[in-house]
């Protein structure tokens, strides 16, 4: 029997841990880093290091690392060993508090923007106390914090931390305008439901396309794809269900909250969702998370595939972020009440919310822009591109009561009525949901929808941080100053609500004529990265991030450079692979196929010349044709490849990647996939969708 509350948390030096091995006075001083940000005396970290390492090494740990989050999107770790040479040739354990609070890794290999040269190496890892040492594969795990030897931030976690800071402040501020002053900080937490593909390791390993780009570069529909919905929600299949279980048993040693696990609407398609967490800690635990689900993959003979889109025809996947904003006293501010059109703060918090998202759509888009998520988004449940939010009927009604200047009657709790003795009746939600919307609210949080599935959690964070902090900066501006505050935040929240009403849809975001009706209200409609990226750095953007000391103008720029190379190497390499697979793969198994074909229909004439062949001659005809214009698209394709190294700039480079290359490698899969479906399924060189989406 699996003992879960023993297991919890048992690789991780947690707060119970400390409390049980460090000193009061030692325990007492790091809490109060923590808490209070306040600086960490090198006494008191050699202390901690101390005890950490001895913890870790009762645990079989005999080496520690600086686990951080540069801008490749995952993580990163150097690992050394806790040997310190003595006299005679002995060595002793140590670990000493300088290592653990600061660590030196070579920041020449990790994007960087231009911020630094390849000969210019030195980089620092610093310690972030806030989020738990772990272990993991024998190593003590410390996450830091990355920057490059000049002091500019090279990595996910510091912007995050630091928006973490300004929004409590800006937030504390508002909550002293209401009367609350028992509360010290405001904390943003989140809980991203994680998407993802399992498919067998031995059918993976004969598909060139998902070993170098993680998706499916050709492949045509298998008979049966998601249109039976048999698979959502759908019993768990064994081999499937054993790795379920390893999973959550190998997160919760590491003290995740890993709480929801069913088969998502694809076949082969699945979600994890966790308990919500601090938005540093959730970030931090998903991306241990995303590297767990491939380990655990493996030991079961399974491929993890967290790609945006690795089959096309059938849904993506994503990371719903679920984030709201809490009170160390445990107080939700985006909690409506009963009566919400008398809950004054709460309509300040959410007029907040509105107002910023309004006023940041291209912030909100660019944080989940990326190559993979954009054949995801606008398909198969995934949100579009236009920003919008949904606030369901009852909370819509709310808000136009205070536009409108009527009056709202509260309206009493629901009863469902299942009319069947057997069953209980229930209370009915306010609101339906509306799974097509980008920014949902869901009762007591919103719902951003349109993450992508490996995505790093802690850029959509740190920007949703930032532009709600900025708003209730502004605000709290005028509130401080009011003398009837609740008469000053209701007009206030009146005149938002004029001025943003626009990002408000409760229909269905798939449909066109929300197309033609966003582009009314003056939506941004941003369909790739290339798009969008470049608002990263329009003056408005950089005085927001600069205002609030997220981000530099500098490293704000070397995120976009950063970006946008890293989509056009992307698409590169997809191109190059797609030619790859083409050339030595697609066209011998075709032309094979035809020359089989004419074989037959010459021996069958050879027998009895009478005999006609019709069938067989149709087919060779319509292959060598679908062969023939192939040739020509692998072609159109290597021009195409070829051409994007005379293009100069940044962000012109990526352009063509998704005008000129991209579209050619669609070309060329179009005519592959039709050549698949006319052939001999022996011939075919990889394992079909049909193998790919069903053999688990």
Not at 40 to 50: F, K, P, T, W
Not at 465 to 494: P, Q, R
Not at 603 to 618: F, H
Not at 626 to 648: P, R
Request: hydrophobic share 40%; glycine share 6%.
């Amino acid at each position: 029997m699996v003992n879960v509350p023993e297991m919890f948390g048992s690789l991780v030096f947690n707060d119970a841990t400390m409390k049980e091995r460090l000193p009061k006075g030692t325990y007492k001083e790091l809490k109060k880093t923590i808490e209070e940000g306040k600086p960490l005396d090198i006494n008191i970290a050699n202390v901690v290091a101390h005890s950490m390492k001895e913890w870790a090494m009762e645990k079989g740990a005999t080496h520690f690392t600086h686990w951080f989050q540069p801008m490749t999107g995952i993580t990163a770790e150097k690992h050394d060993s806790f040997i310190t040479p003595t006299p005679g040739g002995g060595v002793i354990m140590e670990f000493s508090g300088k290592e653990l609070i600061k660590g030196e890794p070579d920041a020449s290999s990790f994007p960087s923007g231009g911020i630094r040269a390849t000969f210019e190496a030195r980089g620092y890892t610093a310690w972030d106390p806030t989020s738990y040492a772990f272990i993991k594969d024998g190593s003590l795990c410390i996450p830091t914090a990355f920057c490059s030897y000049t002091g500019e931030i090279l990595d996910k976690k510091t912007p995050l931390l630091r928006s973490m800071e300004v929004i409590s402040k800006q937030a504390l501020r508002i909550l002293r305008v209401f009367g609350d002053t028992e509360s010290r900080r405001v904390e943003t937490t989140v809980g991203p439901e994680q998407e993802y593909f399992l498919i067998d390791k031995e059918v993976y390993k004969k598909r060139k396309d998902l070993i170098y780009c993680g998706r499916t570069l050709f492949g045509a529909r298998p008979p049966k794809g998601q249109e039976l919905d048999d698979h959502y929600f759908g019993t768990i299949k064994p081999r499937v269900s054993a790795y379920m279980k390893e999973l959550d048993e190998a997160l919760w040693k590491y003290g995740i909250y890993a709480k929801t696990k069913h088969n998502e609407v694809a076949p082969a398609q699945h979600e994890l969702a966790p308990v919500f967490d601090s938005s540093n800690i959730a970030t931090d635990h998903n991306q241990l998370t995303m590297a767990t689900m491939k380990d655990i993959a493996d030991k079961h003979g399974l491929v993890c595939l967290l790609h945006e889109k690795p089959f096309a025809g059938v849904n993506g996947s994503g990371k719903h972020n679920n984030w709201s904003m809490s009170t160390n006293t445990g107080k939700n501010l985006l909690d409506p009440s009963k009566n919400p059109r008398e809950n004054t703060q709460f309509l300040v918090f959410l007029a907040a919310v509105i107002k910023a998202v309004d006023e940041h759509q291209d912030l909100l888009r660019l944080s989940v822009a990326s190559a993979g998520n954009d054949h995801r988004l606008g398909a198969n449940e995934a949100p579009p591109a236009i920003i919008s939010m949904y606030l369901g009927d009852d909370l819509t009604e709310v808000l136009n009561s205070i536009v409108d200047g009527v009056k709202y009657e509260n309206k009493d709790a629901q009863i469902m009525q299942t009319n069947a003795e057997v069953l209980p009746n229930f209370v009915k939600d306010t609101s339906d949901r509306n799974r097509t919307s980008p920014f949902a609210f869901t009762g007591n949080k919103f719902e951003f929808r349109m993450v992508g599935s490996s995505e790093n959690i802690a850029c959509t964070n740190t920007i949703i941080n930032t532009i709600v902090a900025d708003v209730l900066a502004d605000f709290a501006d005028v509130l401080e100053k009011a003398d009837d505050v609740k008469s000053e935040a209701e007009k206030l929240v009146k005149e938002t609500l004029e001025k943003h009403q626009r990002i408000i849809f409760n229909g269905d975001n798939y449909s066109e004529e929300w197309v033609e009706e966003a582009k009314k209200r003056g939506l941004l409609n941003l369909r790739t990265l290339p798009e969008v990226m470049p608002m990263y750095v329009s003056e408005k953007n950089i005085e927001l991030f600069g205002k609030h000391g997220i981000y530099t103008e500098v490293e704000l720029r070397s995120r976009t450079e950063i970006l946008l190379e890293k989509y056009s190497k992307i698409i590169n390499i997809e191109a190059l692979t797609a030619l790859d697979m083409a050339k030595k793969d697609i066209v011998p198994a075709v032309a094979a196929y035809i020359r089989e074909l004419a074989e037959t229909a010459s021996l069958i004439k050879s027998v009895d010349p009478e005999i006609v062949t019709a069938n067989e001659t149709e087919l060779m005809k319509r292959l060598t044709n679908l062969l023939s214009c192939f040739l020509k698209k692998i072609d159109t394709l290597d021009k195409a490849v070829v051409g994007a190294k005379e293009v100069e700039g940044i962000a012109e480079n990526a352009m063509y990647y998704k005008d000129n290359v991209l579209s050619a490698m669609q070309e060329l899969r179009a005519v592959a996939d039709e050549m698949e479906s006319n052939m001999s399924a022996k011939l075919w060189p990889y394992p079909s969708y049909g193998t790919l989406l069903f053999s688990v």
